[in-house]
Structures are given as C-alpha cells and as structure tokens.
C-alpha cells in the first residue's frame, strides 16, 4: 500500500484572493488625507511642544539671574 501526499499547488493562490479582495476596498486617498493632517497635526504638536520648553528654559534662567541680584524695595 503506498501513501503519498502532495503539497497542494493552489495554497498560495488561496491567500492571494482574500488579501486582494480586502485591500480592494481600502480607500487609498482617504488614507493619503488623514496620514497629511497626521503629519501637519504632529508638526504642530512638536512646534507647541518645542517653544514651551524654550520658554520654560528661559523662565528659569532669568529666575537664576534675578535670584543673584540683591533685593530692593522701593519707596
């Protein structure tokens, strides 16, 4: 008795169709839209982002500087 077994030649085609089915009905410019306002939302957070702390960094060096300085009151 002999008892073979084949690898079956339309396994890959098998996961081709549902891959090609499923990325049919992806709305390509609709991601191209929303990845563009990401990347300009991001951009605009890293802005923000970036002149806080520069501004903080200056708040506390100027704080650094006044603190050296003798205290004076005035009439």
């Given at each position: 008795?002999?008892?073979?077994?084949?690898?079956?030649?339309?396994?890959?085609?098998?996961?081709?169709?549902?891959?090609?089915?499923?990325?049919?009905?992806?709305?390509?410019?609709?991601?191209?839209?929303?990845?563009?306002?990401?990347g300009v939302g991001g951009f605009?957070?890293?802005?923000?982002?970036?002149?806080?702390?520069?501004?903080?960094?200056?708040?506390?060096?100027?704080?650094?500087?006044?603190?050296?300085?003798?205290?004076?009151?005035?009439?």
């Open positions: 008795m002999r008892t073979e077994t084949t690898a079956y030649q339309g396994a890959i085609n098998n996961v081709f169709l549902p891959g090609t089915i499923l990325l049919a009905n992806i709305d390509v410019t609709g991601l191209l839209e929303y990845a563009l306002k990401a605009i957070w890293l802005g923000f982002k970036l002149a806080g702390e520069y501004l903080e960094r200056k708040k506390k060096l100027e704080q650094k500087q006044d603190a050296g300085k003798p205290f004076r009151k005035r009439k």
